[in-house]
């Protein structure tokens, strides 16, 4: 039941662009994305419920193909904050936890 | 306003020894979550609390493992002979999220309790 993330770890320079995808073998509810920093607790930066919906915080969107199950995070022009861990977590319908996959490291270098 | 407070934010104990660690969620939350997250890895989940009850306990590994949350609002999980598998973060995050909704919505995380067992 837990997401698979691609790739595992992406490294960077300031003002790149990332791609980080996130796909389940089941029929997904909705699709959470959080960013960990090193020794700090996951913080949230959306969630996409099923409809295919796409979403933007900034320079930070993603996007749900609720009929392929699958989630992607594009960060464009990142920035050195932006580094981190990236974390989808999934819910299905009816269910009543969300499941995180195993992360993606990303690394911006100046 | 104050975030998840979790208590403490380490603990070092010797293998076969019992384990509380202490979580209090953001005022009004009903939801409550607990999560183990080791080195390298996503957070697991292990609980999920609405209220008083567990909605959903099937993350705990075993029978050593209990939390309750007999208010509503502070939980603890509980750790019996503690094995060295057990040492990792222990997460906990909270919600607004209410009894039948469909999602969990946002959830805020705590600091996590660093547990080292011996």
């Known amino acids: 039941q837990q997401p698979v993330q691609s790739p595992q770890a992406v490294i960077l320079r300031e003002g790149e662009d990332a791609v980080i995808n996130c796909s389940s073998s089941?029929?997904?509810?909705?699709v959470h994305w959080y960013r960990q920093k090193h020794g700090e607790a996951p913080v949230f930066l959306m969630i996409?419920?099923?409809?295919?919906e796409q979403k933007g915080h900034e320079k930070i969107s993603a996007s749900f193909n609720e009929k392929k199950q699958q989630s992607s995070l594009y960060l464009t022009a990142s920035q050195l904050s932006y580094s981190g861990t990236y974390f989808c977590?999934?819910?299905?319908?009816?269910?009543?936890?969300?499941?995180f996959g195993q992360g993606t490291r990303l690394t911006i270098n100046p | 306003g104050a975030g998840v407070s979790q208590t403490p934010s380490n603990k070092v104990t010797e293998k076969g020894k019992y384990v509380e660690l202490r979580c209090d969620p953001i005022?009004?939350?009903?939801?409550l979550y607990w999560y183990r997250q080791s080195l390298g890895q996503g957070p697991e989940f292990l609980i999920y609390?609405?209220?008083?009850?567990?909605?959903?306990d099937s993350g705990l590994p075993n029978d050593r493992f209990f939390a309750v949350r007999p208010e509503g609002s502070v939980s603890t999980l509980k750790i019996q002979r503690t094995e060295r598998g057990d040492s990792a973060v222990y997460l906990c995050?909270?919600?607004?999220?209410?009894?039948?909704?469909?999602?969990?919505?946002?959830?805020?995380f705590g600091e996590g309790s660093r547990l080292t067992v011996l």
């Open positions: 995050a909270s919600s607004l999220r209410r009894r039948g909704q469909g999602g969990s919505g946002e959830l805020f």
């Open positions: 089941k029929a997904l509810y909705s």
């Open positions: 996409l419920l099923k409809g295919g």
């Open positions: 977590g999934t819910e299905i319908q009816g269910a009543q936890k969300l499941v």
């Open positions: 005022s009004g939350h009903t939801a």
């Open positions: 609390f609405q209220g008083t009850g567990a909605a959903d």
